[in-house]
């Protein structure tokens, strides 16, 4: 997911074959030519191995399922922000209860994105938690925090930021158990077609039969 860091690559590449050229030059004795190869050759490794991570990039999709893989990513990108807004604003919240609830958001949050990360078809059950309740949640959590360090303390508004920031944690937690019955949908699917196969290959199987009264007693 594309972040602050995502030109360090390229400082740090440079930075590398800027220090290794004069050490290899002076240092060791080694010709500039050779010395200048190497430093390069070091500097753009390290900007192919430091470059960012594509969200989605290994996977092969086409047609509907591509577009759908697009959209996963743009909300995923456009949400990120959000997720660190949250993050911060858990150091910035004077009351312990209010900070934890924040901080649970910001939790869900991530555990959100790493479904969705894992299986991109799945965004629209999150669709509507993307874009509208993160960025609400954000929102009141940087409030509140305004609320707290205001001059004139405010109770009642603080009071009704924290009930909803509450109740935000309640949606935030109906979204991720969302996502976590698709996958426990797509089990039940995979059991059914499994024992399909089996009894397809073995027959069903064979319930013993119970046990015989009268040949017990004999």
């Known amino acids: 997911m594309p972040s602050a860091w995502s030109g360090m690559n390229w400082i740090a590449g440079g930075a590398a074959a800027a220090i290794l050229l004069p050490l290899l030059v002076i240092g060791v004795g080694m010709p500039f030519w050779i010395a200048g190869l190497i430093s390069a050759a070091t500097g753009g490794g390290l900007v192919v191995l430091l470059s ?43 009351t312990q209860k209010v900070a934890e609830r924040v901080r649970h958001l910001a939790r869900i949050s991530r555990e959100i994105f790493a479904g969705i990360e894992e299986e991109p078809l799945r965004v629209d059950r999150v669709r509507r938690f993307l874009t509208y309740y993160l960025p609400r949640a954000a929102d009141l959590a940087e409030a509140y925090a305004l609320l707290e360090k205001s001059s004139t303390r405010d109770t009642k508004r603080l009071v009704a930021t ?24 797509n089990l039940d699917i995979e059991l059914k077609l499994l024992k399909s196969s089996l009894d397809e290959d073995l027959g069903p199987p064979q319930i013993p039969a119970p046990p015989d009264p009268g040949k017990r007693r004999a």
Do not use: C, M, W
Not at 163 to 173: E, K, P, S, V, W
């Open 52 to 94: 960012p991570r594509r969200l989605f990039e290994g996977l092969d999709a086409s047609g509907a399922a591509r577009g759908k893989i697009e959209f996963a990513r743009e909300l995923l990108t456009d949400a990120e922000p959000l997720a660190i807004r949250l993050e911060v604003a858990v150091s910035t919240i004077g």
């Open 162 to 185: 924290s009930d909803l920031i509450d109740r935000l944690d309640t949606a935030f937690t109906h979204y991720a158990t969302n996502l976590q019955e698709a996958d426990l949908g």
